[in-house]
């Protein structure tokens, strides 16, 4: 006598496969969650990069400030790409990104021999744009604590994301600060 063999023997038992609504629904909204929380925390990452980038330059600047009252010597803080000597200005910006040079002039030529250099920051996190105006390629404070010359303004930047940049504004008095708007057009955008 024949008997017939189903062909669903394993277990567990053999039926339709698949997800049902309820697990669908679940699993969407699960990976929607992440989803959203990535995002979030991608915008919290890029939010602490600009903080860290714009407090790196002001401590700098108060730095060079207080080495120039305290030595009575001009300190000057200028870019750089090498760590030695200070970058040209572009065309339409002088860019800080790749570092800058904490330097005391003893010998005032306005240019920074290894003995002078007090300070060099390796420049700020990848992807961070950091630029002033081409007129201004470098702050020079003198032992008074003024930094001379015009305003100058730096715009801390993601460049995916210019809306969130830090502005950092040094007066002729030397004093800097940081906001989150500026009025120069030096500027993100």
């Not at 567990?12 to 929607?32: A, D, Q």
Request: aromatic share 6%; hydrophobic share 35%; charged share 15%.
């Amino acid at each position: 006598m024949y008997r017939f063999r189903s062909p669903c023997r394993s277990t567990p038992p053999c039926g339709p496969r698949g997800f049902t609504l309820h697990e669908m629904l679940v699993c969407l909204l699960v990976s929607g969650s992440l989803a959203t929380g990535g995002v979030a925390m991608w915008s919290i990452v890029q939010e602490n990069a600009l903080t860290v980038a714009a407090n790196e330059l002001m401590t700098h600047l108060a730095l060079a400030r207080s080495e120039a009252i305290t030595q009575r010597y001009r300190v000057t803080l200028c870019p750089t790409t090498d760590g030695m000597n200070c970058a040209k200005a572009g065309a339409d910006y002088t860019f800080w990104q790749h570092g800058w040079l904490v330097y005391r002039d003893k010998n005032v030529d306005r240019k920074p021999q290894a003995a002078e250099i007090m300070r060099a920051h390796p420049g700020a996190a990848s992807r961070l744009v950091i630029r002033s105006s081409r007129a201004r390629s470098s702050i020079t404070y003198h032992p008074i604590g003024n930094a001379g010359g015009a305003t100058i303004t730096f715009a801390v930047c993601s460049p995916r994301d210019p809306v969130r940049a830090r502005y950092v504004t040094v007066s002729n008095s030397g004093r800097a600060r940081v906001s989150h708007t500026t009025t120069s057009n030096v500027t993100c955008g």
